[in-house]
């Protein structure tokens, strides 16, 4: 939050850029069900881990937001092109939002507040 007691981070009017995203994905899993395959659920699967544990919750949150552990740098550099399957944001901007929840937890600023519905 800067002195003026705005939050860092904007919230007017619709993001466009997600809403598209939620449509294209939603109607995607929906025509999925069309070309159902057990290979390909398997491998929805794999994936799927793949970018939350592996990227997101050992990648992105502790290795690059929290830096709990160190580690090569490919495997660091591996770690964060995990998380990008998750499509969550580059590496860059996710550590930088969660800093700012871990700062301002439950308070006006953070950009995870359960209060905003955001």
Request: charged residues 15%; glycine residues 10%; proline residues 5%.
């Amino acid at each position: 939050m800067d002195p003026s007691g705005r939050s860092f981070i904007r919230r007017d009017g619709i993001n466009w850029t997600s809403v598209t995203a939620f449509t294209v994905f939603h109607v995607g899993a929906v025509v999925a069900l069309f070309f159902f395959s057990w290979p390909a659920f398997f491998t929805a699967l794999a994936l799927y881990w793949i970018s939350l544990s592996l990227g997101i919750g050992m990648g992105y949150h502790r290795l690059l937001t929290h830096r709990s552990y160190k580690t090569p740098k490919w495997i660091e550099y591996f770690l964060a092109i995990c998380g990008t399957l998750a499509l969550e944001g580059g590496p860059m901007f996710w550590a930088a939002t969660h800093r700012v929840h871990h700062q301002f937890s439950d308070k006006n600023g953070d950009p995870h507040t359960p209060r905003d519905g955001k």
